[in-house]
């Protein structure tokens, strides 16, 4: 009958390519067709061997060479995600960077006048209070009776304090009364553990306005810093009720602070300039900003093609108690960088040529999982608060800021303003300060989780600078100076300049070698394998191909051998069972039979090469007759004629 | 033909292969080979030998892709970088020293005298526009000649489209559009009168530019300079030098570690910017000191006088020390690396060596001593090093000779060449700020310049203190004076007086070297390991495998030849049906039992199927290499015969 062409198929298929199981029957005897054809060099040493020792040496050695390779492996994968460093300097044309400038003083003293009077009559009450300071001694007897008009009762709220002892009492400046102090103390300055003298200590007390019971205390060992503290903490509660387009009003325009400026070589003015509203510093100007787009650069070193400004410093116009030293603040940046002039800003001295040569480094770190760090700053949950490219310093202060709108509902005054919320003040948030000082406390004890979540940046541009002064005007050519100078500023105020109204700056590369640093990975998978190749050769002449052979010999046929003795062993005790209860006779011979000799390989197939292989097992049936010359050649030859016909089949079809 | 023979004999013992066929050759290949995929192939039941079939070719494919990878990255010749700190001990630096100021003024001031004079008038004409009050009627007439060739001018932008230039010296306006200024103010919203120095390529000619500057100080001090610089040009160096400062009038006092060391120490050098220069340590006639400890009383200590009164006043405005240091044979730089120090205080500079120290091509584009940089470097009259700011200074100067026919007074001049002035170069003003604001040039020079190789810098930490203190600043001036002068009158002031430390810090020294990434040694054990990995092979395998393809080719000829007889010898039959046996064929014949004159392709296969009948092994017939050569044999003669 004919069959259907599909079972056709199959049974073709089975001709062909017949399904055979492990190459020896038991676990022993594959252990040895394994050992005497693996292509890893050990193994067969071991059967080879002749005597218990050298067999045990061997087995000693190929296990050892095994825990070696093993080890290096894990070694070498430990390894893997290790960076190596290459620096490389280049010569080329640079970007300049931008350059922001900031006078020390943030704002016009005479402007902010009608803002600050009170609060300076109560700082230089305190003084003359504490200190017996009396230079504006008719001033404050003149307002004193305009005294205790609205914003006072804030100033009295959190009074200066001077500490009898560390018994807790106090003298509030204002009454003079005593009283108790209760509270937890914070010390300021931490030299206050030093100073036996208790009459030195003054500070403040900040209450937690709910609960009058909570207080903290701050205390100075010096007034200086004892009356700023305490100055700025009040400062910034009357800035954070101004707007900002007052705040830029009463700060520095362009035209005051720049009065010359030369770049590369050519003239440059304020339009080369872009305002920067800082909080603390007032208005900032930034060269070369790239607000426009364009961002300059300079093609030759040196300080007469770099940027060369002179500043005016109106020192005559400075806050006494806000700032204690003048001159200027500059910063060097990248464009897409905020500056943080206060924290990392160079100061600039008055009557003085400051010339800060730069030189131009940018790094480059491998980011994850090479090291923790982040390209954009976007995987970083802290939302940026500054429009500007992704810093630590950026999210640190963010995350602050959150921090500090979410427990104490308002605004630092230094930051920028998130979303939604407002500057604090204490009209508003008569709490704040006490909260602002706890909150401040945590971040610095890093118990908000900031520097835990903020990462630093993956690659970032470093402008090293080397800074010197010289004198400037020189001793003779101060006076012409002086003069164009003021007639250079003089449209706009009749007097002659003082030359510590002015601050020359110069800003240039040093060089244009521009130095690159940055992390490769030391590994890649291709050097990977090369190396796991090389350790496997190495130690056993391995290779994937006796990977898999040790899968397919250790982990199936095994198993399969294993299965198959189960299956045997349950088999016989079924039968058994079967011959005790109807009595069968056992067919013993039939079952040791197909132990023996695999009753998976029993089908109707000619013979193969691994059958016949099996079959006449010399070694088992040594017939005394004339040994045959078993040689591999000869296995072969026979191997390639029972084969000849298949591939030839294959061949052809 | 003996030699024909030799050959054809040689070629056949070559050809001994272990096969007669593709198949044979390629099985016996597969169960000899030390790759390990082979072997399985015909190892295995048909169904594996599929499998692995396909997993030896995957193997071998991977492998070559590897390859690809690694030669790839040997041949982007990467290096690495390791980097070390620490103290030992090195040569100082080479410092130089010199004054901010170029020239005394008492000495130049002849020369200067009417330059001097004609800019006190235009800063007086500036600062009071109105004329009449000024006190010009009383000095004697001023030399307008070198005002007329770079006059300073007022722009008035009030009107944008139309800006008045006024000369300071002329009550009448010229509207701009006359002179046609390739450079129009471009200060739109200033309202200011704006400082302005025109220069024309030639007097009277219409070729002019404006250089706008928006601050009347900038303007003067710019003009100044490039009308000095026209005037000192003429001077001979000797002549310069006589006017700079000398040598023991500027340094009072050294002291390198514990030995004293003088003025004498110090070689002098003209700079154009400065003037009389100092160098110590340079290291062009004598060994480099070393310096073995850091700390500033193991460093150099400086006293200098500046004496800041005789300054030229409108030349330089800053006043103080200008330093640099720099390594041992270079030049120095003190417009680009220099620092400045200031009168009145002591400077103190920790040193820390930053090198870096490179590999050449092909790793990097950078040079070991210029020899290879197109520019010719003007700097080695100085014989000084290599260095890319030479480079960039001579490229600039070369430039400038070709363009304008002179060279600028504040580079080093070729030979056969002047410095430009205003006399006998009239036009180099113009040609020189037009070359210099020229992009393109600049972008030539930097792109013709390498970098050296090795790049030495010094890191500064720079601190500053007062100095004298007020209650020591009467004996040290005394002292001092009475040193320099043998005289009892204090001659030195806290304006002029400077004192310097310079030495090494804690860390003296940070060297980052490259080192080769890849080399020929990492590529062949990396190339290895691949082939390990995958395939457990190595070379030896790849000469197998050449041997294969070998065989391989010499059955290819073996069957295209034995084919080319086939189809002879049916011509031939087909002429004769029964064609008699050659001579050769009955020799053979003769000689070799195995021999059969039919077709050869069939011997090895009826051999086989005979081997193969029986089934068990038995003595089977003796099956070596001498029985196989048969047909070679059989060539043999038939060769000749062709």
Known sequence: AAMAPGKKITARIKRTLPVRGPQAPTLSELMRWYCLNTNTHGCRRIVVSRGRLRRFLWILLTLSAVGLIIWQCAELLMNYYSASVSVTVQFQKLPFPAVTICNINPYKYSAMKDYLSELDKETKKALETFYGFSEGKSKVRRSVDEWNSSGSDFFQQIPLLKFEDFSKTATDFHSGQKRKIEGSVFHKDSSIVNSGDSNDIIGFQLCDANNSSECALYTFSSGVNAIQEWYKLHYMNIMAQIPLETKEKLSYSADDLLLTCFFDGLSCDKRHFTRFHHPLHGNCYTFNSGENGTVLSTSTGGSEYGLQVVLYIDEADYNPFLVTSTGAKIIVHDQNEYPFIEDIGTEIETAAATSIGMHFTRSRKLSKPYSDCTETGADIPVENLYNKSYSLQICLHSCFQKAMVDSCGCAQYAQPLPAGAEYCNYKKNPNWMYCYYKLHEKFVKEQLGCQQICKDACSFKEWALTTSIAQWPSAVSEDWMLRVLSWDKGQKINKKLNKTDLANLMVFYKDLNERFISENPANTLVILLSNFGGQLGLWMSCSVVCVIEIIEVFFIDSLSIVMRRQWQKAKKWWNNRQQERPGKPPQSGDLERQGHDNPVCIDEDLPTFNTALRLPLPQESPLPRTPPPNYSTLRLETAFTEQLPDTLELGQH | ?642
């Open chain 2, 1 to 642: 033909m003996n030699l024909k023979k030799y050959f054809i004999r040689a070629l056949h013992r070559l050809q001994k292969g272990p096969g007669y066929t593709y198949k044979e050759l390629l099985v016996w290949y597969c169960d000899n080979t030390n790759t390990h995929g082979p072997k399985r192939i015909i190892k295995e039941g048909p169904k594996k030998k599929l499998i692995w079939f396909f997993l030896t070719l995957l193997f071998a494919s991977l492998v070559f892709w590897q390859w690809g990878i690694l030669i790839n990255t040997y041949l982007s010749y990467n290096v690495t970088s390791s980097l070390s700190i620490g103290f030992k001990t090195m040569k100082f630096p080479a410092v130089t020293v010199c004054n901010a100021n170029p020239y005394k003024y008492s000495e130049a001031k002849p020369l200067l005298k009417e330059l001097d004079r004609l800019i006190d008038a235009a800063l007086e004409r500036i600062l009071q526009p109105s004329p009449g009050n000024s006190s010009e009627n009383i000095s004697p007439p001023l030399d307008l000649e070198l005002w007329y060739q770079i006059p300073l001018v007022l722009i008035d932008e009030h009107d944008k489209d139309n800006p008045i230039i006024l000369d300071i010296f002329e009550t009448n306006q010229t509207a701009a559009g006359i002179q046609s200024p390739t450079d129009t103010p471009a200060s739109a919203d200033t309202p200011t009168p704006v400082g302005n120095e025109s220069s024309c390529s030639h007097p009277g000619s219409d070729n002019c530019t404006y250089r706008n500057f928006t601050s009347a100080a900038q303007a003067v001090t710019e003009w100044y300079i490039l009308q000095s610089t026209s005037i000192l040009s003429k001077v001979p160096l000797q002549e310069r030098i006589r006017m700079g400062y000398q040598a023991e009038d500027m340094i009072l006092a050294c002291l390198y570690g514990a030995e004293p060391c003088n003025y004498k120490n110090f070689t002098q050098i003209y700079h154009p910017d400065h003037g009389n220069c100092y160098i110590f340590n340079w290291g062009m006639d004598e060994e480099a000191l070393n310096s073995s400890n850091p700390g500033a009383e193991f460093g150099l200590k400086l006293i200098l006088d500046i004496s800041q009164q005789d300054y030229i006043p409108y030349l330089s405005s800053a006043a103080g020390a200008r330093l640099m240091l720099h390594q041992q044979k270079s030049f120095p730089f003190l417009k680009d690396q220099g620092i400045y120090a200031m009168a009145g205080t002591e400077t103190s500079i920790g040193v820390l060596v930053d090198e870096l120290e490179r590999m050449g091509y092909p790793y990097s584009d950078c040079t070991m001593n210029g020899s290879d940089v197109p520019v010719k470097n003007l700097y080695s009259e100085y014989n000084t090093s290599y260095s890319i700011q030479a480079c960039l200074r001579s490229c600039f100067q070369n430039d400038m000779i070709e363009i304008c026919g002179c060279g600028h007074y504040m580079f080093p001049l070729p030979q056969g060449v002047n410095y430009c002035n205003n006399e006998d170069y009239p036009g180099w003003a113009y040609c020189y700020s037009s070359l210099r604001s020229s992009i393109r040039h600049r972008q030539i020079c930097i792109d013709s310049c390498k970098e050296t190789c090795n790049d030495t810098q010094y890191k500064m930490t720079i601190s500053m203190a007062d100095w004298p203190s007020e209650a020591s600043e009467d004996w040290i001036f005394h002292i001092l004076s009475y040193e320099r002068d043998m005289s009892t009158n204090v001659t030195l002031d806290r304006n002029g007086i400077i004192k310097l430390n310079i030495y090494f810090q804690e860390y003296n020294y940070r060297t980052i070297s490259e080192s080769a990434a890849t080399t020929i040694v990492w590529l062949l054990s990396s190339l290895g390991g691949q082939f390990g990995f995958w395939m457990g092979g190595s070379v030896l395998c790849l000469i197998e495998f050449g041997e294969i393809i070998i065989d391989s080719l010499w059955i290819t000829v073996i069957n295209i030849i034995s084919w080319c007889k086939g189809l002879k010898q049916r011509r031939a039959q087909a002429r004769y049906p029964d064609a008699p046996p050659t001579v050769s064929e009955l020799v053979e014949a003769h000689t070799n039992l195995g021999f059969q004159h039919e077709a050869t392709g069939t011997l090895p296969r009826d051999r086989d199927r005979e081997e193969a009948l029986p089934p068990e092994p038995g003595t089977p017939p003796p099956n070596y290499d001498s029985l196989r050569v048969q047909p070679l044999d059989v060539l043999g003669p038939d060769s000749d015969a062709e």
